[in-house]
């Protein structure tokens, strides 16, 4: 399939923040005080990593938010205009623009996060629906729950009336109302996502197949529950599939990574790949975002993307 540059629009219904980024021997106890490694302000919320991943990864990207009139809105904006992401639908608000600290073990790469949403939680039903006409045109809705939930299942909703396949990241993990299922072509959990909304601990294959098989009875299409350095897992009602994660370097942090498939599997969706083909992209596309610090400015451009799919076939 070759679609038409219109057939690959995906749009992004989302956070920004911005990122504060401290490196770290260890986390501190309360109470404590710890000098850090180092530190980097940069573009960070879930929405905006994910468009700045389909972005890069060819996709043609609308995003949905909203931001305030402050240097944390400011560099997003600078963000957007570089990664040639359409930002019409982006509303402004007299508030803050949210922010992000993320504590990340200088040793492992692992992360902790807390996250202040800010102006774009402000995001209303109201103003999604001024974008009704873009989401129409698009191949797919993408979205997440830094939003505030009446939003994100009215996004849902709507794209859902008019034709639009979307997908649903459920990070950060919350306890999602029944009604949203059905909305949901694609759901994206990863291990603890999926444990918190199914009560079933997901520690190997077989149980994420189980906690996938539970979402499904509740009225979602398609499950890809991500696995980490395990990859992924799809499954459907006639489709159970394991999906190898991609190496592609020495990991550096793993901070991004689940946006990066978010990004990577819309984008391939967008494109008219099947499911499997969409989750191998999706994991290419993390696979790279790992071996990078940083959320946005690890997300990989296409070209990689495409090479490192050729060093490792399915």
Same mark, same amino acid.
């Given at each position: 399939m070759n679609p038409t540059p219109s057939s690959r629009r995906v749009t992004v219904m989302g956070s920004y923040v911005a990122d504060l980024a401290f490196r770290i021997d260890r986390?501190?106890?309360?109470g404590e005080t710890r000098m850090?490694?180092?530190?980097?302000?940069?573009?960070?919320?879930?929405?905006?990593?994910?468009?700045v991943a389909a972005a890069r990864a060819g996709a043609t990207v609308t995003f949905i938010t909203k931001l305030g009139p402050d240097p944390f809105g400011e560099i997003a904006r600078t963000l957007y205009r570089q990664e040639g992401i359409d930002t019409q639908y982006i509303?402004?608000?007299?508030?803050?623009?949210g922010a992000a600290?993320?504590?990340?073990?200088?040793?492992?790469?692992?992360?902790?996060?807390?996250?202040?949403?800010?102006?774009?939680?402000?995001?209303?039903?109201?103003?999604?629906?001024?974008?009704?006409?873009?989401?129409?045109?698009?191949?797919?809705?993408?979205?997440?729950?830094?939003?505030?939930?009446?939003?994100?299942e009215h996004g849902l909703r709507l794209a859902h009336s008019l034709g639009v396949p979307t997908i649903l990241n459920p990070a950060p993990a919350a306890t999602l109302p029944d009604s949203i299922y059905p909305l949901c072509d694609y759901l994206t959990p990863n291990e603890s996502? @999926?444990? %918190?909304?199914? #009560? +079933?601990? =997901? *520690?190997?294959?077989?149980?994420a197949e189980v906690a996938a098989a539970s979402l499904l009875t509740r009225g979602v299409r398609n499950v890809?529950?991500?696995?980490?350095?395990?990859?992924?897992?799809?499954?459907?009602?006639t489709l159970t599939r394991h999906i190898p994660a991609v190496t592609a370097g020495s990991i550096v942090e793993t901070t991004g990574a689940g946006d990066a498939f978010n990004g990577g599997l819309a984008t391939a969706l967008a494109e008219g790949m099947?499911?499997?083909?969409?989750?191998?992209? @999706?994991? %290419?596309?993390? #696979? +790279?975002? =790992? *071996?990078?610090?940083?959320?946005?400015?690890?997300?990989?451009?296409r070209p990689e993307i495409d090479a490192i799919q050729a060093a490792n076939p399915a």
């Amino acid at each position: 399939m070759n679609p038409t540059p219109s057939s690959r629009r995906v749009t992004v219904m989302g956070s920004y923040v911005a990122d504060l980024a401290f490196r770290i021997d260890r986390l501190p106890a309360w109470g404590e005080t710890r000098m850090g490694q180092s530190f980097q302000l940069g573009p960070g919320g879930k929405g905006s990593n994910q468009a700045v991943a389909a972005a890069r990864a060819g996709a043609t990207v609308t995003f949905i938010t909203k931001l305030g009139p402050d240097p944390f809105g400011e560099i997003a904006r600078t963000l957007y205009r570089q990664e040639g992401i359409d930002t019409q639908y982006i509303f402004a608000t007299p508030n803050p623009t949210g922010a992000a600290v993320i504590l990340i073990d200088a040793a492992h790469g692992e992360n902790a996060i807390v996250v202040v949403p800010g102006a774009c939680f402000e995001l209303t039903p109201a103003e999604v629906d001024r974008a009704a006409a873009c989401i129409a045109s698009s191949a797919i809705l993408v979205t997440q729950l830094e939003l505030s939930l009446p939003t994100v299942e009215h996004g849902l909703r709507l794209a859902h009336s008019l034709g639009v396949p979307t997908i649903l990241n459920p990070a950060p993990a919350a306890t999602l109302p029944d009604s949203i299922y059905p909305l949901c072509d694609y759901l994206t959990p990863n291990e603890s996502e @999926a444990a %918190a909304l199914t #009560g +079933i601990p =997901v *520690t190997d294959l077989a149980s994420a197949e189980v906690a996938a098989a539970s979402l499904l009875t509740r009225g979602v299409r398609n499950v890809i529950l991500t696995l980490g350095a395990q990859g992924a897992l799809i499954k459907n009602h006639t489709l159970t599939r394991h999906i190898p994660a991609v190496t592609a370097g020495s990991i550096v942090e793993t901070t991004g990574a689940g946006d990066a498939f978010n990004g990577g599997l819309a984008t391939a969706l967008a494109e008219g790949m099947d499911l499997t083909q969409s989750t191998r992209f @999706a994991c %290419a596309v993390a #696979g +790279i975002s =790992v *071996t990078r610090p940083g959320t946005a400015p690890s997300m990989p451009h296409r070209p990689e993307i495409d090479a490192i799919q050729a060093a490792n076939p399915a």
